[in-house]
């Protein structure tokens, strides 16, 4: 069973100088198709972070500096080595020139530190991106961010020197506001209707390498009924890259490979009052590839680990707003 729990605590939202800060804690369950290790990579993570935001100008121009440290947890002994924690320093602006139309931006570094580090690499992520957010019409909005990111991987006692990814990352949105007209033209259409379609393209931390790049095209609709209930529904195909990965003693486990995945989710949520919502989730994600991944050096032919899986999710959950 995954159990996760979130809070959130604002304070001066609409103040010169606010304050944001949050803590949350997921028990993850991701099982391997190795009978041999079943249940692997189940884990704990602890997220906890904290901002201030600088709004001079009425509102029409806001910057905020942040800090968040993260430590994930594996269970198993047997993955102990990808134990790990990482300090974020994050940045986000947005100058609003427009009543609905703004500049962006959005960057951050982030050190990541295994705890007992045996197969993989310390490093550093750099990523810093620009664009714009508006409406087209008063019906379509667009946004287009785009920007770079960098990794500095360092290289581990006996360990082969580690690829690095040094690209363009970015999103663009057209997003369709199922009302339109002057609830779209107000300062801040929260809770409007809307169906959008998109791309993203971004790098992640991985335990097989040091990394992967991500490029994903998804779709979605949401939909808020009578002010009580919300509904959503999102797809999306990405494909990932990952670089060559290394056991502990250089000896090369596997080549540079992609992979495709399918995802889906449905959500809804009744607003029993202005202070609670009880909410359901439904999700589907699908691996498609035919890669199968070593876990033993000595036996490379018959202990493997294949990639592909489909898996449903279910979650059960309940918001308070204060």
Do not use: C
Not at 88 to 117: H, I, Q
Not at 160 to 168: H, K, L, M, R, Y
Not at 292 to 312: C, K
């Amino acid at each position: 069973m995954d159990v996760g729990s979130d809070l959130a605590l604002t304070l001066f939202p609409q103040g010169r100088v606010g304050v944001d800060s949050y803590l949350n804690f997921v028990h993850m369950v991701q099982p391997s198709n190795d009978t041999n290790t079943e249940n692997a990579f189940n884990r704990d993570s602890l997220r906890v972070g904290a901002g201030a935001t600088w709004r001079p100008g009425g509102g029409l121009f806001d910057w905020r500096l942040g800090y968040e440290f993260l430590y994930n947890y594996f269970e198993k002994a047997a993955f102990h080595s990808d134990n790990n924690y990482q300090n974020t320093v994050n940045m986000r602006g947005r100058w609003r020139f427009l009543p609905r139309t703004a500049v962006l931006y959005d960057g951050g570094y982030t050190r990541v530190t295994y705890a007992n580090n045996v197969t993989q690499n310390d490093g550093d992520i750099v990523r810093s991106s620009i664009g714009l957010n508006g409406l087209v019409t008063s019906r379509l909005s667009l946004l287009g961010m785009v920007g770079w990111a960098g990794t500095f991987y360092g290289q581990r006692p006996g360990g082969t020197v580690p690829q690095q990814f040094d690209s363009i990352t970015g999103q663009a949105e057209l997003r369709w506001f199922i009302t339109g007209g002057q609830d779209v033209m107000a300062a801040a259409p929260v809770g409007l209707s809307y169906a959008s379609l998109g791309y993203t393209r971004d790098i992640s931390n991985s335990y097989l390498g040091n990394f992967y790049q991500r490029d994903r095209g998804y779709a979605g609709v949401s939909y808020l009924l009578g002010g009580m209930f919300v509904t959503s529904l999102d797809v999306g195909i990405a494909n990932l890259r990952f670089p060559e990965s290394f056991f502990a003693d250089g000896m090369q486990q596997h080549k540079a490979f992609s992979e495709q995945r399918f995802d889906a989710r449905v959500f809804g949520e009744y607003r029993a009052s202005s202070i609670v919502g009880i909410n359901a989730t439904v999700s589907y994600d699908q691996n498609i590839t035919k890669v199968s991944i070593p876990t033993d050096e000595a036996n490379l032919q018959n202990n493997r680990d294949p990639l592909a899986f489909a898996r449903w999710q279910v979650f059960l959950g309940v918001r308070l707003f204060w």
